[in-house]
C-alpha cells in the first residue's frame, strides 16, 4: 500500500521544461515567442510553464529584457545584510514563487562585488540566472550564466552553468551557441546525462536545417542511458520526426521498438493507429491495413478503434454497423453510433444481431435526448432477449431513463415493479431497490426510503449494496430521531462488516449513546471505532465526540517549530527497535549503494540542470524499489534525502512508506516521522493567507497534501492545476474577484498565487464545502438535503465514492495535522 490517494510534489526549485520541441521542419524561422514569454508548447494543457506574472505590490518586477548579449558591469556596493541571509531570503522566495523578488536578492549580491567571496558571487550568478530562466527571461539568464562562466571558470557549476545556458540561448532562438553550450557541458561531464544532451542538441540542429546530424544525435540519445519512460517519449517524437522526413520504414522501426515494451493498453492503441498511418503513408497499404485491422481486434469499443475505422473506410476497406457503432459510442460521436446500429438491424435478421447492440443504441438515444428512442431500445432486449445476461441492465436503463429526464416518480416506480417482478434476479432487484431507495430520500420521504433500504438488506443480504442501504436506513431512521431503530441497524452494519464500515456504524452507535445519556456505552462505542481503523476519518471522528470538539474545531494554537534533532534521534531508536535494525550510527545518511545508485547520480545531475521531470522519475523509481523489496532502512534514508532536495512527493510517499511497513497509525509512530508523512511545507505562504480570510491554516494544509502532495505544479486530467488543484474556469472568476493583475492559468503553478486562489474558495463549513470543491456545489447540495447539516450523516450520503474518499482523506489529514501542530490550551 502506498500513499496512491495523493499525487505529486517538489521542490524548492521551480519546474522549468528546459528546451522547446523544435518540430519546425525545414522552415527557415521557428516563430519561437520573444524572450519575455512563455516556451512553445506542443499542448499546453499536459506541458507547464511558468511565466513572468506580475506579482503583489510588495514584489519588484524584473527590468524589461534588452538585447544586451553580455552583463553590464555593477558598481561595488557595501554588505549591509550577510550574504548567507540573503540567499536565504533569495532560495524562499523562489519556493514560494517570488521568482522577481529572488531576481532582485540575487542582483543585490552580485553588486557587492569584491565586498563579498568570489564563492559566493559565483552562486549568487548562478541563482540568479535558473530563476530568470524560470521565469521566461532568457536573455537575462543567458548574461548571468555568462557571467559565471567568464569570471569564474573553476566554479563547481560551470558545467551545469553551460547546460542552463544552452536552454535559455534555446529559447532565444541562438541555435548554434545552444549546441557549443551542450557540447562544452558534455566535454566536462560525460556519461551522466548524455541521452538528453544529445536529444538537445538534436532539437536544436533541426531549427538549423541540419537533419542528418541531427538525426545522428536523436540515435545517440536513444542509445545512451535514460529511463523507460523518457525513452518511449524520445522514440514516438523521432518517428514523428522521420515520418515529417518521409523516412517511414525508420519511422515505423521507433514505433515498434515502443509496442515492445509499452504495456498501457490506450497508449498501445494510439501508437498502433500511428504505425499504420506510417505504413500506408509508405505505400504499403496491405501492412497498414492489417496495423488496422489488429488495433480494431485488440482495442475494440476504444476511440482510437472509431478513428482505425474510419482510416479503413477511406483506404476501401469496410466493417459493419456493429462495429462501427461500438467504435463511435466509445469516441462519443453518438449520432453516428446511432446511424450504423440501426443500418446493422435494418440489414440482419434478429437472430444476428446482439442483445448488447440495442443497450449500446439506447444508451446513444439518451445521450442525444430522446429519451422514448432509448426506451424503445431497452425494451427490445426485454421483449426479445429475456436469457440474455444483458436483461438486467436494459430493466434498470429503463428507470434510469426516467430519472436523467427528470421524472423521479416513474423510475421510482419502474425500480419497485423490477424488484416485484424479478426477485429472483438478485443482482437487478438489489440494484433497482437502492435507487429506489435512494431517490425517495432525495425526495425528503425519509421514511420510504428507510423502508426500501431496510427491504434490500433483509432481502438480499449478501448484495454488494446492501451495506450501503442499511448506512442509509440508518441515516433516515437518525433524521426522523427513531434511536432504537437506527442503534438496531448500525449494530447489524457492525456485525456484517469490518475496517472503515465497522468503525463507521461504532461511531453512530457511540453518537446515539450519547444522545440518550449513556456515557460509558457511547465511550465503548468510539474506542471501537478507533480500533476498527485508527487512521480513518470514522476513528477521527469518535477522538472528536471524546474531546467535545466540533468537526475541524481549531487548535487554539499552532506549532511549527521543533527540535528535529532530538526527534530524529527518538525516531532512529524506535526504528532500530521496530525492524530490528543492528546497523550503528546515524541511519539517515544515505548507504554507499543508495549513494552509488545509477539513478541516484543521473537524478542529481538532472535536477541540478532543472530537468525535474526526468530526475522525478529516477528518483521515484528508488522509492518505488524499496517499497517493494521491503527495505524500510531505504525509504526513511530516501525521504529526509529527497525533502532535503525539495521532492515532497516522493519524500512523503517513502515516509508513509515506513510508517504502513510498522503496521502503526501515523499518530502511533515517533512525531519526526509523523510530520515527515504529514509536513507543514509552504507553511510561510498558507498562514498569512488563512488568517486573511478566517480559514484554520490546518484545513489548508490538509486539503494540499491531499490535491497535490505539495506539488506546486501539480496537473490533473480536468485541468485542475496548482497545489490545491483549482480548476482553470474557476480560476478565472476568482481572478475576477481578486482582482487578480493579468491573470494567467500558469498563475496556479506558483505557491503564493495557488493557495490564495484556494483559499478563496473553501470555507468553514468545511465537510460539505470539501465535497462541493471536489464534485460541485449541485451534488453536494443535495447530499446536504439528504443529511440535514449534520456531517456524519452527510458523509454517508455521498454516493460518488472518490468524493466520499477524499472528503475523508482530507478529514484524516486535518485530524492527523491537529494532533502534529495544534496546541490547545489546558
Known amino acids: 500500500m502506498t500513499e496512491l490517494d495523493l499525487s505529486g510534489g517538489f521542490s524548492y526549485m521551480l519546474r522549468f521544461r528546459n528546451i522547446v520541441l523544435a518540430m519546425c521542419f525545414f522552415v527557415s524561422a521557428c516563430n519561437m515567442r520573444s524572450a519575455d514569454s512563455t516556451l512553445p508548447t506542443p499542448n499546453e ?13 510588495e514584489a519588484q518586477a524584473l527590468p524589461a529584457e534588452t538585447a544586451t548579449s553580455t552583463p553590464t558591469p555593477a558598481p561595488t556596493a557595501t554588505p ?27 542582483r543585490r549580491l552580485l553588486a557587492y562585488g569584491s565586498a563579498i567571496t568570489p564563492q559566493e558571487r559565483a552562486q549568487a550568478a548562478f541563482r540568479l540566472g535558473q530563476v530568470t530562466l524560470r521565469a521566461g527571461f532568457f536573455q537575462q539568464a543567458a548574461d ?26 534555446i529559447g532565444l532562438s541562438l541555435w548554434e551557441a545552444a549546441i557549443a553550450d551542450l557540447q562544452q557541458y558534455i566535454s566536462l561531464r560525460p556519461g551522466l546525462i548524455d541521452s538528453y544532451v544529445y536529444e538537445r542538441m538534436a532539437d536544436a540542429q533541426i531549427a538549423l536545417g541540419q537533419t542528418d546530424a541531427a538525426l545522428n544525435n536523436y540515435e545517440r540519445a536513444i542509445s545512451a542511458k535514460r529511463s523507460k519512460v523518457p525513452l518511449l517519449v524520445l522514440r514516438e517524437k523521432l518517428a514523428q520526426i522521420y515520418i515529417k522526413l518521409e523516412g517511414y520504414g525508420d519511422a515505423l522501426a521507433q514505433y515498434d521498438a515502443v509496442l515492445a515494451v509499452a504495456r498501457n ?7 498502433s493507429f500511428s504505425a499504420a498511418q506510417a505504413a500506408i503513408a509508405g505505400g504499403d497499404l496491405a501492412a497498414g491495413v492489417d496495423r488496422l485491422r489488429a488495433l480494431i481486434e485488440n482495442y475494440a469499443g476504444t476511440a482510437t478503434a472509431w478513428r482505425a475505422l474510419d482510416l479503413l473506410s477511406q483506404q476501401g476497406v469496410s466493417y459493419d454497423g ?11 460521436d453518438y449520432q453516428a453510433a446511432i446511424a450504423a446500429f440501426n443500418e446493422y438491424t435494418t440489414t440482419h435478421q434478429l437472430a444476428a444481431i446482439p442483445a448488447d447492440l440495442f443497450l449500446t443504441l439506447g444508451r446513444a438515444y439518451r445521450q442525444i435526448g430522446n429519451s422514448d428512442a432509448a426506451t424503445v431500445a431497452f425494451q427490445t432486449i426485454i421483449d426479445q432477449y429475456p436469457q440474455d445476461p444483458l436483461f438486467g441492465e436494459a430493466l434498470l436503463e429503463r428507470g434510469r431513463t426516467r430519472f436523467l429526464a427528470g421524472d423521479s416518480p416513474a423510475a421510482i416506480q419502474i425500480y419497485l415493479s423490477i424488484a416485484d417482478t424479478y426477485p429472483l434476479f438478485e443482482q437487478t432487484a438489489g440494484v433497482a431497490l437502492w435507487r429506489a431507495a435512494y431517490l425517495y430520500g432525495t425526495k425528503g420521504q425519509t421514511a420510504l426510503s428507510r423502508q426500501v433500504f431496510t427491504r434490500l438488506a433483509d432481502s438480499y443480504p449478501d448484495h454488494e449494496f446492501t451495506i450501503n442501504g442499511l448506512f442509509n436506513a440508518a441515516s433516515a431512521a437518525v433524521r426522523d430521531e427513531e434511536w432504537a431503530v437506527a442503534e438496531n441497524l448500525y449494530a447489524r452494519i457492525a456485525s456484517l462488516t469490518s475496517g472503515q464500515d465497522q468503525a463507521a456504524a461504532y461511531l453512530w452507535m457511540g453518537r446515539i449513546g450519547l444522545m440518550r445519556g449513556e456515557e460509558d456505552l457511547a465511550q465503548q462505542a468510539f474506542d471501537l471505532a478507533i480500533a476498527a481503523a485508527p487512521d480513518s476519518y470514522f476513528a477521527a471522528r469518535s477522538a472528536d465526540f471524546r474531546l467535545g470538539i466540533q468537526p475541524f474545531h481549531p487548535p487554539d494554537a499552532w506549532r511549527f517549530d521543533f527540535d528535529e534533532g532530538a526527534e530524529l534521534a527518538a525516531a532512529e531508536q524506535w526504528l532500530r527497535q521496530t525492524f530490528g535494525v543492528e546497523e550503528q550510527g546515524s541511519l539517515w545518511r544515505l548507504s554507499t549503494a543508495l549513494n552509488d545508485d545509477p ?38 534514508r530516501l525521504a529526509l534525502y529527497l525533502r532535503g532536495l525539495g521532492i515532497y512527493r516522493e519524500s512523503i510517499i517513502a515516509a508513509a512508506d515506513v510508517i504502513i511497513a510498522s503496521g502503526m497509525g501515523t499518530l502511533e509512530v515517533p512525531p519526526f516521522l509523523a510530520r515527515l508523512r504529514f509536513p507543514a511545507y509552504y507553511i510561510d505562504v498558507i498562514q ?19 490535491e497535490s502532495l505539495f506539488n506546486t505544479f501539480a496537473t490533473a486530467g480536468a485541468g485542475e492545476k496548482g497545489m490545491m488543484q483549482v480548476i482553470p474556469s474557476t480560476a478565472q472568476y476568482i481572478a475576477e474577484q481578486l482582482n487578480w493583475p493579468d491573470y494567467q492559468h500558469s498563475d496556479l503553478f506558483r505557491p503564493y498565487a495557488g493557495v490564495a486562489f484556494g483559499a478563496f474558495y473553501i470555507d468553514q463549513n468545511a465537510i460539505a464545502a470539501l465535497a462541493a470543491y471536489n464534485a460541485g456545489p449541485g451534488r453536494a447540495y443535495d447530499w446536504n438535503a439528504l443529511s440535514g447539516g449534520d456531517p456524519d450523516l452527510f458523509m454517508s450520503a455521498i454516493t460518488i465514492d472518490s468524493t466520499r474518499h477524499y472528503v475523508q482523506f482530507i478529514y484524516r489529514n486535518y485530524n492527523i495535522y491537529r494532533a502534529l501542530y495544534g496546541r490547545d490550551q489546558a
Open 688 to 706: 498569512p493567507e488563512a488568517a486573511a480570510r478566517g480559514i484554520d491554516p490546518l484545513l489548508m494544509l490538509s486539503l494540499i497534501r491531499q
Open 80 to 106: 549591509t545584510v550577510q550574504p548567507a541571509q540573503l540567499f536565504q531570503q533569495g532560495d524562499r522566495l523562489v519556493l514560494n514563487g517570488y521568482l522577481e523578488d529572488a531576481a532582485g536578492i540575487y
Open 322 to 332: 456493429l462495429q462501427r457503432g461500438r467504435a463511435a459510442y466509445s469516441a462519443g
Open 45 to 57: 494543457d499536459n506541458i507547464i510553464y511558468v511565466t513572468a506574472t506580475p506579482l503583489p505590490v
Open 265 to 271: 493498453a490506450p497508449y498501445r492503441a494510439n501508437i
Open 144 to 169: 548571468a550564466f555568462t557571467l559565471l562562466v567568464t569570471d569564474f571558470p573553476s566554479s563547481a557549476q560551470i558545467a551545469q552553468a553551460y547546460f542552463l545556458r544552452a536552454d535559455a540561448r
Open 599 to 636: 539513478r541516484m547520480i543521473r537524478g542529481r545531475e538532472l535536477y541540478a540542470v532543472s530537468a525535474f521531470d526526468e530526475a522525478f522519475i529516477e528518483f521515484e523509481d528508488m522509492v518505488d524499489e524499496a517499497r517493494d523489496e521491503g527495505n524500510v532502512l531505504d525509504s526513511y
